[in-house]
């Protein structure tokens, strides 16, 4: 790849992002071949919000391609507890480790810690911006089930502040794809996401309600409403529990229609969903190691 750090999906050209799909599928066809590539080599784990696929993924990923990772631990026992700043504390540790892997609250924080870094830095989530990761396995995901051209996407739920989606609406600018966005009014995508897709020409259209798109679609992106993110409780309670699918909701879908979910969901998916054909969200998280292992992979080998 042409790039020492993966900051946003933005950053990602189409050739990009088949290099990373391509490596993924070669390491899912064969994965013992990567179990010694980077025998020796350490990966940094810094996760300042609470994480459990991204950073297990990670660390699954970094340990079969024969490497081990140094982590930070939690912030309640770390330095930061007594004050020290995001950009020092990244600056020592990027002296421990081969690449970095940020997750922070706050948005911008991967691109203001990678100017202090010389090892690949990537970003795993900066508050509700961009979490590029997650938009390559979610990639992954949907080239496998639906193909990434001449495709119909919904992408429902918290648009806003949901940094998933502002990461895959981005990369799927680079593919033949219709967007349709499906969420309550209050929590519409950005100005600054609305403003890329329309930089990049792609083809959008935004709905309050499912049923409007729901037959076209190939492909639903179902997300969970960012609680952590609202400044006022009374704004979460008033949109919590909209846009929830159940097996009814699926019934008006084709029958190839392929449910997605970042995860974790609270109420968005039913249960009774996860039987049907369409869930793919389990398959999709599954997807975070052989995807993770080709981002590291080509992170690496530059420098090998
Ligand atoms: C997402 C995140 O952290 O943005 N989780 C993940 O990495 N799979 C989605 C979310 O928390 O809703």
Known sequence: MRHDHLLTAKQLSRED?????????????????FGERHAGRLLGLCFYEPSTRTKMSFEAS????????????????????KGESLADTI????????ALVLRHPLMGAAKMASEFVDVPLVNAGDGAGHHPTQTLLDLYTIRENAGLDDLTIG??????????VH??????TNFDVRQHFVSPESLKLPRSVRYDLHEAGATVREHTELDDVLPELDVL????IQRERFPDENEYQRVAGEYQIDEATLAAARDDLTVLHPLPRVDEIAPEVDETDHAKYFEQAHNGVPVRMALLDLLLEGDA
């Open 17 to 33: 992002i088949e290099t990373v799909l391509d490596r993924a599928a070669e390491v899912d066809a064969n994965p013992a071949s």
């Open 62 to 81: 970094m340990k079969r391609l024969g490497g081990d990772v140094v982590d930070m631990g939690s912030v309640e026992s770390s330095s930061v507890k």
């Open 91 to 98: 600056r020592v540790v990027s002296g421990y480790a081969d």
């Open 155 to 164: 992408i429902m739920g918290d648009l806003k502040y949901g940094r998933t």
């Open 167 to 172: 990461s895959l609406a981005n990369a799927l």
């Open 221 to 224: 992106y179902v997300t969970r």
